[in-house]
C-alpha cells in the first residue's frame, strides 16, 4: 500500500516530461476515445508520442509488455504511449482493448479504429503510413491479418486536402467528387470541411484508400504538400539520439510549400526572393565567431546562411531542423541631450557563447542597378528589419509620438541608400511651439502658450451641463460670451502673445507666427466684436473715415447706429495698413533713393499717404502731391483721372515720355488696379488693401469687399491668401505644399464674417492647423480662436474633435494632464456618442497616473473640475498594483468601491502577511469595510468572511473567560491560517 499512494496519477503521469510540466503535451480522454474535434486540435499541436522505456520500466517494473512502437516526429496516437503504459500498470491486460485507437500525421489527417483494438507490440512506424491524400495500412501484405484483427478492421479517416479557396459552386463540385471517390474504393463518405480541408470516410477494412491521380486532377488539387504549423514546432518534443533519421515530409518543393500552404502564389514568392537574394545559389562562406561587444550589425554582423537551391531541390536525408530563435534588440543607444540625432537601436547576436555562421564580412547587398520593390522612390528603406529581427518585429507607433522604424532618419541630409542596420527610435515634435531657436523646451513659453492661455480661458463664463455615466455625473462646460466682451478678450490673449514675443531665443519663424496671432486676435476683435450704443446719435460722413479712426481711439461709443459698418470697414482699414506696413518699409528700403516714383507707388499699396504727399512735396511734384491726397475718396476724382489718361491715349499721347512709375500711380488713382499692377507682383493683402482703398466705393461694406476679392480669386485675378509663413517665406523644409492647397486663417475669418452658411467644409479647412502655423501638430492658439468664435455665434459646430484631441496631445506630451481634462469637458455632447467625454478621462487618469499623482496641484485640480473621485481611485490602484504596492493599491480599490477587486488582493496577498505579523487591528479594519458590501462579493464566506468569524468569535471568548486568552493565543491564532488554506483549497 505504501508503494501505491507514491505513484502518480495517470494525469500527474501524462503530463509530465523528464520533469518539465506540460499541461498540453497530453490529454486523456474516456473510454469511448477522443472525439472528431479533440483529434482536430490534436493536428495542430506538436506533443511527443514516444514513450522512453526508461519511463516504461519505472511504470512496469519488471515486466515486460510489448507496447506499439512509434519514433517518428511528426506522427501521434491517441492514447499516447504514457497512457497506455499506466492503464496497462493498473489494468492488466488493457492494451488487447484499447478503445478508439487512433494514428494521425501532423498535416496529414489520421484514422480511428472503432471499437476495441489489441495494439500490443505493433510496429506503427511499419503499419500505418500517411502520404500526399492517402492512408495506407498494411502497405505488406504478407502482414495482413484477417478481417478484424489488428489494425485491418473498421475504422474512421480523416485526410487533409490540400486544395485553394471553393465557392459555393466548386464546394458542391468538390463534394460530389470526393463522394464518388469513395464510393469507388469501397468505402462509406461521411463528409467533407471546406474550412479545415478534411475529407472523413468509413472503411470497413485496410489496404490503400486516398485519391488517385485522376481524381487528383479532376479535383485540381495544389502541388504543394502538407506543411506542419511553424509556430507549433518544437513544443514538448524530446527525440531520442538514437531515433533513425527520416525523410523531410517536405519534399523538393520547399521554395514553393510554404508559400502555397499561406495562400500566397508561389511564383511570385519565388520572383520576389530571386530580386532579394540574387546571390542565394553560390557557395557559402563563414567567417570566424564574431567576439562579443559589437554594436553595429554593418562589419560586425552578417546574416546567417540560406540554404542553397542545389541542396533544397534533392531528398537529403536528415533529421528535422529545429526552429531559429529571432535575434533580440540588445544594445540602445539613447539620444543625448547635445546631440541631434535620434536614439538607435543595434542589432547584436544574444548566444555568444556558440559560434555564429555568416556570409561575407560585406554585409547583404542589393542589385540597385534595376528597379526593385525595395529600391524604387517609395522608400530608401532596403533592408526590411524583419529580415533581421525576425517576424516578432515590426515598425510603427509607440506612446507619444514615438516611431520605431528602420529607414532614413527624419531630417538626414544623406540621401545615398544606406544598409538598414540600425533601428531608429525617433519621436514626433509635439511640443515644438514651446522650443527656442536652439530646440530647447523654455518653461516660459510653456507657461505662456498654455498656462496663461487656459488660465485666461476659465476665468471667462461657462455653462454647465451634468452628463450621466453608468452611478456617476460627469459636468461637461461650454463657454458662453458676447460680441459685446468680446474686444476685451481679445486684447487679453494679445497680451499673452505679446509677452512670448518678449522671450529671448525665438526664432525668426516663431515670431512671424506669434505676430501673425496678435493681428489674428485683433481681426477677430475688428469683424465679430459690436459697440455698446449710447442712444445718442453722432453722424459720421461716407469720406472720413481718418476721422472715424479718431473718434475709435478716442473710445468714443456716442454713434449712429447706421455708421456701425463704416466703423467695422474703417477699423478693417487701420488692420489692413498695420498687416502690411512691415512689407512696405522692406521693399522701400530694398530700391534706391533716385527711384522716388517708385516709392511712392509702394506707399500707396500700403496707404500711407501722409507719407507719400510730404515725399511728393518735398520733390517739387506739387499736383502729384495733391492727387495723392485726394486718394480713395470722392468717386468724382477717380472718374477725373481715368478720364484724362482716356484722353492721353485717343490723342496719341507718346507715353515713353513719361516716367513708367508715374503712369502706375496715375492707373491706381484712378481705380484701375489692374493696370497699375501690370508686371508686378503683390501679396494678397496688399491687394485686398488696393481693391478696398481704390477701386470700390469707399462706402462699400466689408461683406461687398470680402465676396469681389473671392469672386477675382476665382477667376485667377487675385493673388492667392497663402498663410503667413509661406507668404513670409518661413515655411521650411517641413511644408511642401503648393499655395493653392489652402488659405491663410484671416482669409477665412473674412468669409466666415460675409458668409453665413457656414458650411463645414469650410470650417473644417479654417481650424486646420496649416492654416495658421508651418507646425501641423500645434492646437493651442486655434483651439482658443474656434472657442470664443463659436461662443458668440459665428458658427455652430459639433464635429471638429480634430482639434480638441489634438490640443490633448500636446498637453499631455507636457505633462499637463489636468489642462488635457479640462479640455476634453469642453469637447461638444453628442447623442450618438454619450460617453466619449468620460472614456477620454478615464484613458488619461490610467495612461498618466504617475504624472498627475505626483502633482498635488494637478489631482486637486482635476478635483474640482467634477471629475468623479473613484475614477482617480482606480487609476492609482491599478498603478500600485502594477508596480507591487499592494496595500496601496487595495486603499485605492476600497476607495473606489470595488469590492470584488480589494477582496481578491486582501485574500490573496494582504491577509495572511497581516495576521503574521500580528496586525490583527489592521484586518478587522479591512475586512469591515468590506463587509458591508459582502453581496457584492463572491465566496465571501471563504475570504475575508473566515476572518470577521475568527474575530468576532475570539472576542466573544474572551469576554466570557479570560482564560481562553492563553488558549488562543497558543493555538488559536496559529492554526487559524493553516485551515484557512485548507478551505480555500478544498473550494478549489
Known amino acids: 500500500m505504501a508503494s501505491t499512494s507514491l505513484l502518480p496519477s495517470p494525469d500527474e503521469i501524462c503530463h509530465t516530461r523528464h520533469g518539465v510540466s506540460s499541461a498540453s503535451s497530453c490529454v486523456v480522454y474516456s473510454d469511448v476515445g477522443p472525439s472528431d474535434s479533440d483529434v482536430s486540435i490534436k493536428l495542430k499541436k506538436r506533443r511527443i508520442s514516444y514513450c522512453p522505456s526508461s519511463l516504461s520500466n519505472w511504470l512496469l517494473g519488471e515486466r515486460e509488455i510489448p507496447l506499439p512502437t512509434l519514433k517518428f516526429s511528426d506522427y501521434f496516437i491517441e492514447p499516447c504511449l504514457e497512457e497506455l503504459a499506466t492503464w496497462e500498470f493498473g489494468d492488466p491486460g488493457y492494451l488487447s482493448r484499447v478503445q478508439n485507437f487512433t494514428v ?31 492512408l495506407v495500412v498494411y502497405g505488406d501484405e504478407s502482414l495482413k491479418p484477417s478481417v478484424g484483427q489488428g489494425l485491418n478492421k473498421a475504422a474512421e479517416v480523416t485526410l487533409v486536402l490540400q486544395i485553394g479557396s471553393l465557392d459555393e459552386g466548386q464546394l458542391d463540385d468538390m463534394v460530389t467528387r470526393l463522394r464518388r471517390s469513395t464510393e469507388r474504393q469501397g468505402a462509406s463518405f461521411i463528409s467533407f470541411n471546406s474550412t479545415k480541408c478534411e475529407w472523413k470516410f468509413l472503411v470497413q477494412h485496410f489496404s490503400r484508400f486516398g485519391l488517385s491521380e485522376d481524381d487528383e486532377e479532376d479535383i485540381t488539387m495544389d502541388d504543394a504538400p ?106 540602445y543607444k539613447p539620444r543625448t541631450a547635445d546631440s541631434s540625432s535620434a536614439g538607435a537601436i543595434f542589432l547584436t547576436q544574444q548566444n555568444k557563447d556558440m559560434p555564429l555562421k555568416a556570409t561575407r564580412v560585406d554585409g547583404f547587398k542589393l542589385d540597385t542597378t534595376r528597379e526593385t520593390p525595395l529600391t524604387g522612390h517609395y522608400s530608401r528603406n532596403i533592408v526590411d528589419a524583419g529580415l533581421f529581427m525576425g517576424r516578432s518585429f515590426r515598425v510603427g507607433w509607440g506612446p507619444n509620438g514615438v516611431l520605431v522604424h528602420s529607414g532614413t532618419p527624419v531630417g538626414s541630409k544623406d540621401s545615398r541608400r544606406v544598409l538598414s542596420s540600425a533601428i531608429h527610435i525617433e519621436k514626433v515634435a509635439i ?75 525665438l526664432s525668426s519663424s516663431a515670431k512671424v507666427i506669434l505676430m501673425h496671432q496678435v493681428m489674428v486676435w485683433e481681426l477677430i476683435k475688428v469683424l465679430f466684436s459690436e459697440r455698446e450704443n449710447s442712444g445718442q446719435s453722432k453722424s459720421v460722413g461716407a469720406d472720413n473715415e481718418e476721422d472715424v479712426m479718431e473718434d475709435i481711439k478716442d473710445g468714443s461709443p456716442e454713434v449712429d447706429p447706421e455708421a456701425l459698418p463704416l466703423i467695422r470697414r474703417a477699423e478693417f482699414s487701420y488692420w489692413l495698413q498695420e498687416c502690411v506696413c512691415h512689407r512696405v518699409q522692406a521693399e ?8 522716388y516714383l517708385e516709392h511712392l507707388f509702394l506707399l500707396l499699396t500700403g496707404r500711407q499717404l501722409d ?45 515713353s515720355f513719361i516716367e513708367k512709375d508715374r503712369v502706375r500711380i496715375l492707373e491706381l488713382l484712378a481705380g484701375n488696379i489692374g493696370g497699375a499692377l501690370r508686371d508686378i507682383g503683390i501679396d494678397w493683402k496688399r491687394f485686398l488693401g488696393l481693391l478696398m482703398w481704390y477701386q470700390l466705393p469707399p462706402d462699400s461694406s466689408l461683406p461687398i469687399i470680402f465676396q469681389t476679392y473671392k469672386q477675382l480669386l476665382n477667376n485667377g485675378r487675385a493673388p492667392y491668401p497663402v498663410p503667413v509663413y509661406i507668404d513670409e517665406g518661413v515655411a521650411g523644409e517641413s511644408v511642401t505644399q503648393t499655395k493653392e492647397e489652402r488659405f491663410d486663417f484671416s482669409y477665412y475669418l473674412m468669409l466666415l464674417h460675409c458668409n453665413q452658411d457656414n458650411e463645414f467644409g469650410l470650417l473644417k479647412r479654417m481650424f486646420s492647423t496649416l492654416s495658421s502655423t508651418n507646425d501641423p501638430l500645434d492646437y493651442h492658439m486655434i483651439w482658443h480662436q474656434r472657442a470664443l468664435l463659436q461662443a458668440v455665434g459665428a458658427f455652430s459646430v459639433n464635429d471638429l474633435y480634430v482639434l480638441d484631441m489634438g490640443l490633448v496631445s500636446q498637453l499631455l ?40 499623482s505626483s502633482e498635488k496641484s494637478q489631482e486637486q485640480f482635476i478635483e474640482k473640475l467634477g471629475v468623479p473621485l473613484a475614477w482617480l481611485h482606480e487609476a ?113
Not at 508559400?259 to 570566424?288: C, I, Q, S, T, W
Not at 505633462?815 to 460617453?835: K, S, T
Not at 477620454?840 to 490610467?846: D, G, M, N, Y
Request: charged content about 25%; proline content about 4%.
Open 611 to 655: 507719407a507719400a504727399v510730404e515725399l511728393a512735396a518735398s520733390k517739387g511734384d506739387v499736383r502729384l502731391a495733391c492727387l495723392i491726397s485726394q486718394a480713395g475718396g470722392s468717386l468724382v476724382n477717380r472718374s477725373d483721372i481715368s478720364r484724362q489718361l482716356d484722353l492721353w491715349r485717343t490723342n496719341g499721347l507718346d507715353f
Open 876 to 988: 492609482k490602484a491599478v498603478y500600485f498594483n502594477y508596480h507591487g504596492d499592494i496595500l496601496k493599491s487595495l486603499e485605492h480599490f476600497l476607495q473606489c468601491s470595488n469590492w470584488p477587486k480589494a477582496h481578491s488582493i486582501f485574500v490573496t496577498s494582504v491577509a495572511h502577511s497581516l495576521f503574521l505579523s500580528a496586525k490583527h487591528s489592521e484586518i478587522w479594519r479591512l475586512a469591515s469595510l468590506m463587509e458591508e458590501h459582502k453581496s457584492e462579493i463572491e465566496n465571501w464566506d471563504l475570504g475575508a468572511g473566515i476572518y470577521i468569524s475568527f474575530y468576532s468569535i475570539k472576542s466573544a471568548l474572551l469576554e466570557d473567560d479570560d482564560s481562553m486568552n492563553g488558549l488562543w493565543n497558543s493555538y488559536g491564532e496559529q492554526n487559524f491560517l493553516g485551515r484557512h488554506i485548507t478551505m480555500l483549497r478544498t473550494e478549489c
Open 813 to 852: 506630451s507636457l505633462g499637463q494632464c489636468h489642462w488635457a481634462i479640462y479640455v476634453v469637458l469642453h469637447m461638444p455632447y453628442q447623442e450618438d456618442y454619450p460617453y466619449l467625454q468620460a472614456t477620454v478621462i478615464r484613458e488619461i487618469l490610467f495612461q498618466y497616473c504617475e504624472t498627475w
Open 431 to 505: 511640443d515644438k511651439a514651446v522650443r527656442d531657436e536652439s530646440n530647447k523646451v523654455r518653461k516660459e513659453l510653456v507657461e505662456l502658450a498654455f498656462d496663461s492661455t487656459l488660465n485666461l480661458h476659465e476665468t471667462l463664463n461657462h455653462k454647465t451641463k451634468e452628463v450621466e455615466v453608468g452611478s456617476f455625473k460627469l459636468k461637461l462646460q461650454n463657454l458662453v460670451c458676447d460680441r459685446l466682451t468680446l474686444s476685451g478678450v481679445c486684447r487679453n490673449y494679445i497680451d499673452i502673445v505679446e509677452r512670448q514675443l518678449e522671450v529671448s531665443g
Open 226 to 331: 502538407a506543411v506542419q504549423d511553424p509556430t507549433m514546432e518544437n513544443v514538448g518534443e524530446v527525440s531520442d539520439v538514437d531515433e533513425e533519421p527520416r525523410v523531410n515530409p517536405i519534399g523538393p518543393d520547399l521554395s514553393h510549400s510554404l508559400p502555397a500552404h499561406l495562400g500566397l502564389d508561389p511564383a511570385k514568392m519565388n520572383e520576389m526572393r530571386m530580386l532579394m537574394f540574387p546571390n542565394d545559389e553560390e557557395e557559402l562562406e563563414y567567417v570566424n565567431e564574431i567576439p562579443p561587444g559589437k554594436s553595429s550589425l554593418s562589419k560586425d554582423y552578417a546574416r546567417s546562411s540560406f540554404q542553397s537551391s542545389t541542396q533544397r531541390m534533392t531528398h537529403k536525408v536528415s533529421p528535422p531542423v529545429a526552429r531559429r530563435t529571432p535575434l533580440p534588440l540588445l544594445e
Open 104 to 134: 494521425g500525421r501532423f498535416g496529414y489527417g489520421f484514422v480511428k479504429f472503432l471499437g476495441e483494438t489489441d495494439v500490443r507490440g505493433l510496429d506503427l512506424n511499419e503499419l500505418v503510413k500517411f502520404g500526399r491524400h492517402e
Open 588 to 595: 522701400i528700403s530694398s530700391i534706391s533713393e533716385s527711384s
